[in-house]
């Protein structure tokens, strides 16, 4: 279970903490909460900046969180480490078989990588920091919504390669 707030709402956090949360946003939740066994403990997690890194450079390429790294609230991490190993491979293959220049290839995979995440990284930062009314939620989803659907959509247009390169000599 996952719950939200503002650091001044959890404060040093525990399960007496989520509870009065979660009965805040719903007490028909909190209801069948109180029927199920504690859990042995609570985590909490105060925030951390997110980070956008260089995705490659001679002899060296980032995938996911060692690239980009944004709050786990949007519940998108390991699809962001499965696109950028993705676009990486495509990227790996463009080089070697000749398709493009290494540079090229690598640039475009960093580019495409930076154009799928910025979006999910602003959204996704003003929802984990919390800055925003329950009029303007609605809007903030819908734009996470859209930021997912053109990634999807990026990934489904890639080309697939079968056979990349050639066995052999």
């Excluded at 707030?5 to 028909?28: E, F």
């Excluded at 690239?67 to 676009?87: Q, S």
Aim: aromatic share 6%; charged share 20%; hydrophobic share 45%.
């Amino acid at each position: 279970m996952f719950v939200a707030a503002t650091p001044a709402r959890i404060g040093r956090g525990g399960i007496g903490v989520l509870r009065d949360v979660v009965a805040a946003a719903s007490p028909d939740l909190a209801g069948r909460l109180a029927d199920a066994t504690a859990p042995a403990g609570v985590r909490n997690f105060g925030g951390r900046p997110g980070h956008l890194r260089q995705a490659w450079g001679p002899g060296w390429a980032l995938v996911g969180d060692a690239g980009y790294w944004k709050d786990p609230i949007g519940a998108h991490g390991l699809t962001d480490a499965v696109r950028d190993a993705e676009l990486l491979a495509l990227a790996v293959i463009d080089a070697a078989s000749g398709r493009h220049p290494e540079r090229d290839a690598f640039t475009d995979f960093h580019r495409t990588r930076d154009r799928l995440s910025l979006p999910l990284f602003d959204v996704v930062d003003t929802i984990a920091g919390m800055r925003w009314t329950d009029c303007e939620i609605p809007a903030l989803l819908l734009s996470l919504n859209a930021a997912m659907t053109d990634e999807v959509e990026t990934l489904a247009g890639l080309p697939h390669h079968t056979n990349p390169l050639p066995i052999g000599g």
